[in-house]
């Protein structure tokens, strides 16, 4: 757009952000609001399944199954933490000190 180019002079548009993080505390209600949804939609649909077809089998499975799909998608969205900035870690042993590899990559016991 003709706007979003900067005029000879003028300060440039600022870059665009990445999005806010929530707190601790809207993840936590997240993934809570994620788990009991998932047991009531699914509960619900498996109770409606059983009023209709005159059982007794479905809510239960229906608990179960929106029980693990809750789950799967709350460890898709908030499994994995960020990688620390700067690139990998360096490997330490649980001393502090650095652990040197051999040509395989792993260390080897009793090699200083």
Request: charged share 20%; net charge positive.
């Amino acid at each position: 757009m003709a706007e979003d180019d900067p005029r000879s002079g003028d300060s440039r548009p600022r870059p665009a952000s990445t999005g806010r993080r929530g707190s601790g505390a809207d993840t936590g209600w997240a993934v809570t609001g994620t788990l009991i949804s998932g047991m009531a939609v699914w509960g619900g649909g498996g109770w409606l399944l059983d009023s209709w077809l005159d059982t007794r089998v479905f809510a239960p499975v229906g608990i179960i199954l929106g029980t693990a799909a809750a789950i799967y998608l709350v460890v898709v969205r908030y499994g994995s933490a960020d990688p620390p900035p700067g690139g990998r870690p360096a490997r330490t042993t649980p001393g502090g000190r650095r652990s040197r590899t051999g040509p395989t990559g792993k260390t080897q016991k009793g090699r200083r």
